[in-house]
Structure formats: C-alpha cells, structure tokens
C-alpha cells in the first residue's frame, strides 16, 4: 500500500523558517517525480513544487520562487521542502504527491497527474 | 497561468446525475489531453478519480466518468450516492515543461 506521510508543519512568525518532511513508502520513491501542493484555509489546490526522481529537474510556482527549496533523499525514501521568508499568505495545508509516469520501450517520463497524496501538514504563518 | 473556471457547487439527488466543467483555454484544457479531477472529503487528503480526461484508477466506481469539448472539460457522477457528497478539482497540463498542471476553483457537490 502506498503511503505518503508528512511532518513539520506548525506556528510560524512573519519571515521565519520551516522544513517540511514527506516520508514514503509502498512503491518505488527513487522512480517517480514528486511535488508539493498546498491548500490554503477555505481556498482550493495549488502546486507549489515539483522534482524529478533523480533530483535533476526542479520547478517551482512563481509564489514561491526564491523562498522555497524542494529536496529529496531517496536512500531514505523522503521528500522534503525548506520554506524560508515565510509569509501569512503561505499558510496552508501542505500535501504531498506523487507524479505518475508512463513507460514506453524501457523509457520513462511523467504523466501530468498526481496518483497518490499525502494527509498533509499545516502550516501557520502569524505573528 | 490562470486557475481553471470551476461552477462552485452543484447538487442533485441521490440516484441521480450530475456534470461538473471546468473551462480553461486552448492553451491548457483545450489543447492537451492531460486533465485529472481529485474528489476532497472534508479534512481530507485529494484523491484521484480521473486522468487524461477520461481514465479511471482501478477502485474508482464507473458512475464517475470525464469527458472533454474545445476548452471545457467535464466530470460526471451518476447514480449519485451520499458519499459523493465532496469538493472536486480539475487539474490540466498548461504545456509548459515547468509545472505539471494547473488546478481549477474547486466544486462543492451536495447530495440533497
């Protein structure tokens, strides 16, 4: 069973820091893309950052470009995300995902959707 | 990118069936055949119903079925039972190499 499971979040001040934690486990971590997608309180989805398995590719939204870094470890199957120049509009539910891939002829690439998600982890911006 | 345009909340009867669009433009619903739709229970984690328009998970019931035309897509649960009672997301590719998708406003189906 596919298990994504995340950590960290918490009470944060104006310009603060947090690093969020996804730990997985059920399938192959080090195969698959994986992102972040955040949702903030009575509001809808939005993805925040994606990276490749191999940590090759990363991307970000423009809401969060130069404050947040993804990272992933994938001896230890985990994923994580470093928020820095944290701001009240950052408060959200944090989830994690993973990116689907198709395989054609040995050769993989990401499909354009997210298979499984985390519970997620609050974060809180407020002074 | 702009969030995809969403009806915030539609209704129906249990038994009977109801459509969600979500409308985008040719550069994202209209022009690739990468939309995903998520049923959110409150509290809850997103869980996926729907891919490439039109493909079920395995374990997702047949009356949930999607469709596309131009730049709307659609998400249709029939035979509409309380636990459908949820919010439900639309995500499409916007063709650009640096974001997987762009998420519509969300809907919010009552299960009168």
């Known amino acids: 069973e596919v298990q994504l499971v995340e950590s960290g979040g918490g009470l944060v001040k104006p310009g603060g820091s947090l690093r969020l934690s996804c730990a997985a486990s059920?399938?192959?971590?080090?195969?698959?893309?994986m992102n972040w997608v955040r949702q903030a309180p009575g509001k809808g989805l939005e993805w925040v950052s994606s990276?490749?398995?191999?940590?090759?590719?990363?991307y970000y939204a423009d809401s969060v470009k130069g404050r947040f870094t993804i990272s992933r470890d994938n001896a230890k199957n985990s994923l994580y995300l470093q928020m820095n120049s944290l701001r009240a509009e950052d408060t959200a539910v944090y989830y994690c995902?993973?990116?689907?891939?198709?395989?054609?002829?040995?050769?993989?690439?990401?499909?354009?959707?997210?298979?499984?998600w985390g519970q997620g982890t609050l974060v809180t911006v407020s002074s | 990118q702009s969030a995809l345009t969403q009806p915030r909340s539609v209704s129906g009867s249990p038994g009977q069936s109801v459509t969600i669009s979500c409308t985008g433009t040719?550069?994202?619903?209209?022009?690739?055949?990468?939309v995903s739709w998520y049923q959110q229970h409150p509290g809850k984690a997103p869980k996926l119903m729907i891919y490439?328009?039109?493909k079920r998970p395995s374990g997702v019931p047949d009356r949930f079925s999607g469709s596309k035309s131009g730049n709307t897509a659609s998400l249709t649960i029939s035979g509409l039972q309380a636990e459908d009672e949820a919010d439900y997301y639309c995500?499409?590719?916007?063709?650009?190499?640096?974001?997987?998708?762009?998420f519509g406003t969300g809907t919010k189906v009552t299960v009168l």
């Open positions: 490439d328009v039109s």
């Open positions: 995902a993973s990116q689907h891939r198709y395989c054609t002829n040995g050769v993989c690439y990401p499909a354009y959707y997210f298979d499984y």
């Open positions: 995500c499409s590719y916007a063709g650009s190499y640096t974001s997987p998708g762009v």
């Open positions: 990276i490749s398995s191999s940590s090759s590719y990363i």
């Open positions: 059920g399938f192959t971590f080090s195969s698959y893309s």
């Open positions: 040719s550069s994202d619903v209209g022009g690739y055949n990468y």
